[in-house]
């Protein structure tokens, strides 16, 4: 393996930090004397059992999950809880959507199945903006507000929690959970995606208020059944196991995480905002690339830019994988780059990004 491996902007399946990956590689044919891999271990073993245990525990401590929600591991990924959810939570009746990118767009069209739904807000052109809070329609008998925390694609991300609203707050999370705190308690429900932010494709986490547990549609099969998968901890049937080691050897890689007297996700966080303002930077002081979101709501985690060229954007790629730098390549909808800057991107790799996009832009 080199030294150095290469620094992957993917926006999911993404990056893993090294370390977890050479914890994982170490414990593969043996996990801690057991003999066996987790991924050859009953979920119903001990050994296993205190694996769940320990994520589940270092969750709730890094988010301050209240002990009145649920923490549930289920499959599917994302675009699953968009069905997943309405089944759960929209009780046959209202449920209102805040639209503000792709991700958001396809969580509504898939909740009309399940729900009368109606659009909370939409930007009148492009992706580039979240409306005002006061010019939202929000239903007060809605059975949830459903937002989506960070649109991966577009680059656009709530700052702040849109609060103030009748109904429970819903929101995806897939791409921004862990990087910056959260106040768990302003929502309703919070699920994600584990391949951005958090592990391996195959797991997706829910965080939900046990009071909200209980109203299924008898249509809503067992294994999705919020209420069923929590009595039975997350193993009504066989959840993804090792996904779910993988996924908690990140969140002891994040607890042992310091920046300063920060610690844990504050540490993140601070990081975070470092990393994305030196990409903002670059970009905005530059005259080829252009990221044309507005700054009140640009994403810290995902970052789309277009070269004012794009006859560029070839040899733009093509330099970036011959400087270690890969998958920058933009969302087909929205064109030209994309780099995705999840916790586990460290700040070196941001900065040889920015590097490569001055001496790029230096000599074209
Ligand atoms: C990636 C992503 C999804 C889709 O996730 P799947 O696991 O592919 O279903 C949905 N919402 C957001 C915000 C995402 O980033």
């Known amino acids: 393996m080199p030294e150095q491996r290469p620094w992957n902007f993917s926006a999911g399946p993404a990056t893993m930090p090294e370390e977890v990956l050479r914890q994982a590689a170490e414990e593969m044919l043996d996990w801690r004397g057991t003999g066996m891999s987790v991924m050859e271990m009953s979920h119903r073993s001990e050994a296993f059992g205190s694996i769940i245990g320990q994520a589940e525990q270092d969750l709730r401590e890094l988010l301050v999950v209240p002990p009145d929600y649920a923490v549930l591991f289920m499959q599917g990924g994302a675009l699953a809880q968009n069905a997943i959810l309405p089944l759960n939570l929209g009780r046959g009746g209202r449920a209102d959507y805040a639209i503000t990118g792709a991700w958001s767009v396809k969580s509504e069209h898939e909740a009309r199945k399940y729900c009368d739904v109606q659009v909370a807000c939409r930007p009148e052109s492009g992706f580039v903006d979240i409306p005002p809070l006061p010019q939202w329609r929000v239903r007060e008998d809605a059975a949830y507000l459903h937002y989506c925390g960070n649109e991966t694609i577009d680059g656009v991300e709530f700052h702040e929690v849109p609060g103030g609203f009748a109904p429970p707050l819903v929101a995806d999370m897939?791409?921004?959970?862990?990087?910056?705190?959260?106040?768990?308690?302003?929502?309703?429900?919070?699920?994600?995606?584990?391949?951005?932010?958090?592990?391996?494709?195959?797991?997706?986490?829910?965080?939900?208020?046990?009071?909200?547990?209980?109203?299924?549609?008898?249509?809503?099969?067992?294994?999705?059944?919020?209420?069923?998968?929590?009595?039975?901890?997350?193993?009504?049937?066989?959840?993804?196991?090792?996904?779910?080691?993988?996924?908690?050897?990140?969140?002891?890689?994040?607890?042992?995480?310091?920046?300063?007297?920060?610690?844990?996700?504050?540490?993140?966080?601070?990081?975070?905002?470092?990393?994305?303002?030196?990409?903002?930077?670059?970009?905005?002081?530059?005259?080829?690339?252009?990221?044309?979101?507005?700054?009140?709501?640009?994403?810290?985690?995902?970052?789309?830019?277009?070269?004012?060229?794009?006859?560029?954007?070839?040899?733009?790629?093509?330099?970036?994988?011959?400087?270690?730098?890969?998958?920058?390549?933009?969302?087909?909808?929205?064109?030209?780059?994309?780099?995705s800057i999840y916790n586990a991107m460290p700040e070196r790799g941001v900065r040889a990004l920015v590097e490569y996009m001055v001496e790029f832009e230096r000599s074209h």
């Open 174 to 339: 897939s791409s921004t959970l862990l990087s910056r705190p959260l106040d768990v308690a302003a929502h309703g429900c919070v699920y994600a995606g584990a391949q951005k932010n958090i592990g391996p494709a195959g797991l997706t986490l829910v965080i939900v208020r046990r009071d909200l547990l209980g109203y299924a549609l008898p249509a809503c099969p067992s294994a999705f059944d919020y209420a069923v998968v929590d009595a039975h901890h997350s193993m009504f049937n066989t959840p993804p196991t090792y996904a779910i080691y993988l996924a908690g050897l990140v969140l002891q890689w994040l607890r042992r995480q310091r920046e300063g007297d920060l610690q844990g996700i504050e540490a993140m966080a601070e990081r975070n905002r470092r990393k994305a303002a030196m990409l903002y930077r670059c970009i905005d002081s530059s005259s080829l690339y252009l990221n044309r979101v507005a700054p009140g709501v640009r994403s810290r985690m995902n970052i789309p830019f277009q070269l004012r060229e794009p006859a560029l954007d070839a040899a733009f790629l093509e330099g970036a994988r011959a400087h270690g730098l890969l998958q920058l390549k933009g969302h087909k909808s929205v064109g030209g780059m994309r780099a």
